[in-house]
């Protein structure tokens, strides 16, 4: 199975060992010299002094992508915990440091989960996203909310702006629908009000039933069965208000709005089809974002965003003592974030940032303690940028006061952070840029690390992270065949201490910090755009990881430089287009190697490797200021069973159809 994975993989790759893509991939003008021509403002991946990588909404489209977990797994470097189906749990984790060291923002403004730590991304539709992009360590952009600089990764989310060519609305309809249930219907509407106001306001409603059909094997007993509880009831409905304040600068709001009902498919069990835990989740935010540049040397920025997060989960089973178990979880934060940036000449720039954000857990617990958190976040950033020579050094300062009822609180925390990237162009007339960067990191325990139930321990560290990058970056042209291509590879090592882990006692299970893990691997990422005639070409892209996370806590222990659980060391994705006047086509895959459920790495823990195989097609048809899209698609072609999570089988051969009105 692992050298399939690797053959498959080679070939698809095709012009080299696998890659991903970069930012400014599709448009029309491409790369001359240094400059990178793009017909929007894009992050520069290849210019980037961290590992950045970028996919936009046109090669959603090109490969089918339908949900942002689908997106993400894409990218280099990237493990998803997927627990399948469309109802399950979806949480990423980024170079093996855990998924509750990356951040995730959305439209420039940071999410937080002080209960879990870690978001969801599944809740999340790519209906009305413009772009993702993955920074490592710390990006170029020092103009940004203090709590951007606080992870070991960052997601970033951008929904599509309004734009008004001639007429004073935009509107678009999408439906898609497909196997086990799927039906998705969206609406996106844009209004221009006046000429220094617009609006949108989109909705999706997505329901399935999930009860895909799945091969149990355990030895000699072999039995088909269906996935159950795995269906999905959501709504998400958002709204945006844009404004051009002329000298006074300009304005974004934002309300959003998700409902869901979700069955949690349950582990496969031999003679155990049992499964009825469910979820329902409701999340509200509101958030501001004014910016204004006063002058050519000074500019600001404020933000300010209210969460507000109920969750209500259930259990059915004769192990409780009423029949039923049910937890439900408010969440509040209130957060308030101011930036400037003073830029005294061309090629240097200084900005000060500063968030504040209260946040607190209530819940229906007996014995809760209903823990609040104040947290203070300062970052001091200073860039300096030539056209051969970028380097960017911040420090933050964290200041967190933890706060409870009742019980024992944990511990006020302070700490200084400081993150370094160099970028050097090492040929005058050509792309070719050497980057390092390091960042110091860290995680504060989550408010179930804290408090939950038995098993929360109040006097938890944070875990500590430190994270070195060294890479190199290429992009360019080679006649009228490749019109464009970029190339980045990096190698990196990370160092977690004091990793929270779960310990058992005498009769219950306690939180310690007790864990060290040794993070070293490479990232490869390629994109090639190939022109074959005037109406023909071939867009290639492709992403390789090899990475070596083992534990490093106890040279007695009997996982000893064991690979950690569920980090595989071979993992990657690859993509090719042909685009053409009649029907786009696109063949993609992605696939991971061996993993293990536990910390040892024995043969009863060992996850088998993988590759998914999709197959998509589509066409566009204009009829004036009218585009109509039609996109069909096969998902898993080989209709392969496989596992991301060990007794949470994935999906097999699947189809869908998209159908996108824009006027």
């Known amino acids: ?265 349950g582990s496969v069990v031999l003679y155990n089809d049992h499964a009825a835990e469910r979820l329902w989740n409701q999340n509200f935010f509101g958030q501001v974002h004014y910016l204004n540049k006063i002058n050519e040397k000074w500019s600001v920025q404020a933000n300010g965003r209210f969460n507000w997060l109920h969750t209500r989960y259930t259990d059915i089973g004769e192990k409780y003592e009423n029949g039923m178990m049910e937890n439900i979880y408010y969440q509040r934060e ?54 051969r020579f970028t380097a960017v050094a911040t420090l933050l300062g964290t200041v967190v006061k933890e706060k409870v009822e009742v019980g024992e609180k944990a511990p006020d925390k302070q700490r200084l952070s400081p993150s370094v990237s160099l970028s050097y162009r090492l040929l005058k007339n050509e792309n070719l840029r050497l980057r390092f960067s390091y960042k110091d990191a860290f995680r504060l325990p989550t408010f179930n690390d804290l408090y939950y139930d038995w098993h929360g321990t109040p006097s938890l560290r944070p875990e500590k992270a430190q994270q070195f990058n060294l890479g190199l970056t290429w992009s360019g042209r080679f006649g009228s065949v490749v019109r464009y291509m970029s190339l980045t590879a990096d190698a990196y090592y990370n160092k977690v201490k004091d990793k929270i882990v779960a310990y058992p006692t005498m009769f219950i299970w306690k939180m310690e910090n007790m864990g060290t893990v040794d993070i070293k691997g490479t990232d490869i990422n390629l994109f090639a755009d190939l022109r074959l005639t005037d109406k023909l070409s071939l867009l290639v892209s492709g992403s390789y990881t090899f990475q070596k996370a083992v534990d490093v806590t106890d040279e007695s222990d009997k996982n000893y430089k064991d690979q950690i659980p569920y980090t595989p060391r071979h993992s990657g994705s690859g993509s090719v287009s042909f685009e053409n006047p009649w029907v786009n086509i696109t063949y993609s895959l992605v696939g991971a190697g061996e993993r293990y459920i536990n910390p040892q790495n024995t043969e009863k823990n060992r996850i088998e490797p993988y590759v998914e195989q999709s197959l998509s097609a589509n066409r566009t048809f204009r009829f004036g200021n009218t585009s109509f899209r039609l996109q069909v698609e096969v998902i898993n072609l080989a209709d392969k069973q496989y596992d991301i999570i060990k007794y949470y089988p994935m999906p097999g051969r699947s189809y869908r159809v998209s159908l996108v009105f824009d006027y």
């Not at 951008?158 to 935009?170: A, D, I, L, S």
């Not at 969206?186 to 106001?197: D, H, N, T, V």
């Not at 974030?337 to 000060?352: D, I, V």
């Open 334 to 387: 209130y957060y308030f974030s101011g930036a400037a940036l003073y830029q005294p000449f061309e090629s240097f720039s200084l900005s000060l940032a500063q968030d504040i954000s209260w946040g607190d857990l209530d819940n229906n617990f007996e014995d809760a303690q209903f823990p609040s958190r104040l947290t203070s976040l300062t970052a001091l950033s200073a860039k300096y940028k030539t056209d």
């Open 1 to 265: 199975m692992r050298y399939s994975f690797l053959k498959c993989f080679v070939c698809i790759a095709g012009v080299s060992f696998a890659c991903k893509l970069a930012a400014q991939d599709t448009t029309d003008v491409w790369t001359l010299s240094e400059v990178e021509v793009v017909g929007k403002n894009r992050p520069r991946v290849t210019q980037s002094a961290a590992p950045l990588q970028v996919l936009e909404r046109d090669f959603f489209e090109k490969l089918g992508i339908q949900d942002l977990s689908e997106a993400v797994k894409r990218f280099s470097g990237v493990t998803v915990q997927d627990y399948g189906g469309i109802g399950g749990l979806k949480t990423v984790s980024v170079r093996g440091m855990g998924a509750k060291h990356t951040g995730v923002s959305y439209d420039g403004l940071p999410l937080s989960d002080l209960q879990s730590g870690q978001i969801d991304i599944g809740k999340f539709s790519l209906d009305n996203i413009e772009s993702v992009s993955l920074a490592v360590g710390q990006d170029d952009d020092i103009f940004q909310a203090a709590r951007m600089f606080s992870s070991s990764g960052t997601l970033k989310m951008r929904t599509v702006t309004p734009q008004f060519e001639g007429k004073p609305f935009n509107l678009r309809a999408q439906l898609k629908g497909g196997s086990f249930g799927l039906f998705n219907p969206a609406l996106r509407y844009e209004q221009q009000l006046g000429e220094k106001w617009s609006a949108s306001l989109s909705g999706s409603w997505q329901r399935a039933d999930g009860d895909y059909p799945f091969t149990l094997v355990n030895g000699d007993i072999v039995e088909e069965k269906r996935r159950n509880n795995s269906d999905v009831d959501i709504y998400q409905t958002e709204l945006n208000l844009y404004g051009d304040l002329g000298k006074g600068g300009s304005l974004r709001m934002k309300a959003y709005y998700y409902d869901s009902e979700r069955g949690l498919p």
